[in-house]
């Protein structure tokens, strides 16, 4: 696996985790996040393979996974299945960092992102889904450091 140079922003990766796609999206700036593929939900096997293709293609180290919580923030039944889904990556990539990411109103902000042309591509929104998944958590951490350098003065 590739890792990040001292001067370079790690790779990370998102993914908002369904029961029939799993949308991907990365950043290679840490920065700005973009939809990257679709994977499809075709056996666990399969789905592991194809991230494996992913992780180690763009030198991955961060993987964002989206938290289907519940409106009030309770965990529910596909936060569950999200869970152990996760558990299994931590498995097969063990030097693979998995961070968690409320995904709650991701899919509604990929809907009003991807319009009128999610309408012939069913993976567009899981897609951008992931890539608004991965840019906010990007977005807070940005927001972390600068508050840390704040409060240390620099």
């Known amino acids: 696996m590739t890792t990040a140079s ?4 790690p790779v990370a990766i998102a993914l908002d985790v369904g ?5 991907v999206a990365i950043s290679r700036s840490g920065v700005i996040a973009e939809p990257l593929q679709t994977v499809e939900r075709l056996g666990r096997s399969q789905v592991l393979d194809a991230l494996q293709r992913i ?10 996974v989206g938290l289907p919580l ?3 923030g309770a965990e529910g039944e596909q936060a569950e299945k999200t869970r152990a889904f996760a558990r299994s990556m931590a498995r097969r990539f063990p030097a693979l960092k998995i961070e968690w990411w409320d995904e709650r109103h991701s899919s ?11 309408d012939g591509d069913r993976g567009l929104i ?3 889904a992931a890539a608004v998944i991965l840019q906010e958590y990007l977005d807070d951490q940005s927001e972390k450091k600068r508050r840390q ?3 240390s003065g620099t």
Do not use: F, K
Not at 19 to 23: L, P, S
Not at 55 to 64: F, K, P
């Open 6 to 9: 001292p001067n370079r922003q």
């Open 19 to 23: 029961d029939v796609r799993i949308g």
């Open 55 to 64: 992780v180690e293609e763009s030198g991955a180290t961060l993987c964002v």
């Open 70 to 72: 519940l409106e009030g």
């Open 108 to 118: 509604g902000a990929a809907r009003g992102h991807a319009g009128r042309r999610a």
């Open 126 to 128: 899981d897609r951008i």
């Open 149 to 151: 350098q704040g409060d």
